[in-house]
């Protein structure tokens, strides 16, 4: 099972984008999806996340600049985020994990974002 994270790139402060993973059909329902990212130098943070249920959570971080949503046509996950700001910059992750028993975890490969000032 892969997931293929795109959408990152070099963008100004204050500017937008939006970040993309395509999911497998197979694991695209009944199954909670996030976003992390993990800066330079620092470890992995969970940024938004979406549950199987659709109940939504972001860091503080990100409340009011990113919205987490999934395009059931394309079955992919999307997360816009506005109002960049430098300290956004980092490789970010896009993450689904199962409720099966035991709960399996698939990450995609990472894109990265950079922010200038």
């Known amino acids: 099972v892969q997931l293929q994270a795109s959408g990152g790139g070099l963008v100004q402060a204050g500017g937008s984008l939006r970040l993309s993973c395509v999911v497998p059909r197979s694991i695209f329902t009944g199954t909670g999806m996030g976003w992390y990212r993990q800066a330079p130098g620092k470890q992995r943070e969970l940024v938004a996340s979406?549950?199987?249920?659709?109940?939504?959570d972001y860091a503080d971080s990100m409340k009011d600049r990113a919205t987490i949503s999934r395009d059931s046509a394309k079955k992919a996950l999307i997360l816009d985020v506005k109002r960049l700001k430098p300290e956004d910059t980092g490789v970010y992750y896009c993450?689904?994990?199962?409720?099966?028993?035991?709960?399996?975890?698939?990450w995609g490969q990472g894109t990265l974002v950079t922010v200038s000032s």
């Open positions: 979406m549950s199987s249920r659709g109940d939504i």
């Open positions: 993450n689904v994990f199962t409720l099966s028993i035991p709960p399996k975890d698939y």
